[in-house]
């Protein structure tokens, strides 16, 4: 049972920087497993904010396109932990955000078209203008 929990999120003004961490635990986690971070607004559905593979997918990331230029996803798996860098930060980046993973066996075609295999409690993060 692979484990996440987030952490860094907080209260920002409109146009400050933020980083957001997530610790990974567990003995089925893998540095061959892609990882993920969402958002949920209030009232509104989660969606994708960034994507990055494992080793083996070379550590391939995507983004949002409300997050491109912004945010930044990494890893680092001799720490088991992952990261969103987010600057420029605007009032409607406000939502609760989610660290997740999938299954080191999943292929590419599955990490780009359904939801990870294992998620974090959420983060909240809130922008101010």
């Known amino acids: 049972q692979v484990q996440l929990v987030e952490s860094g999120g907080g209260l920002v003004q409109a146009g400050g920087s933020l980083g957001l961490s997530c610790t990974t635990s567990?003995?089925?986690?893998?540095?061959?497993?892609?990882m993920a971070w969402y958002r949920q607004a209030p009232g509104e559905q989660r969606e994708l904010v960034a994507r990055i593979l494992g080793n083996m997918g070379g550590r391939r990331t995507a983004y949002a396109d409300s997050a491109k230029g912004r945010f930044t996803i990494s890893r680092d798996d001799a720490k088991n932990t992952l990261y969103l860098q987010m600057n420029s930060l605007k009032v409607e980046d406000t939502a609760v955000y989610y660290c997740?993973?999938?299954?080191?066996?999943?292929?590419?075609?599955?990490?780009?078209?359904?939801?990870?295999?294992?998620w974090g409690q959420g983060t909240q993060v809130t922008v101010s203008s």
């Open positions: 997740a993973a999938y299954k080191e066996t999943r292929i590419l075609s599955f990490i780009t078209s359904a939801p990870p295999d294992y």
């Open positions: 567990g003995s089925s986690f893998s540095r061959r497993a892609a």
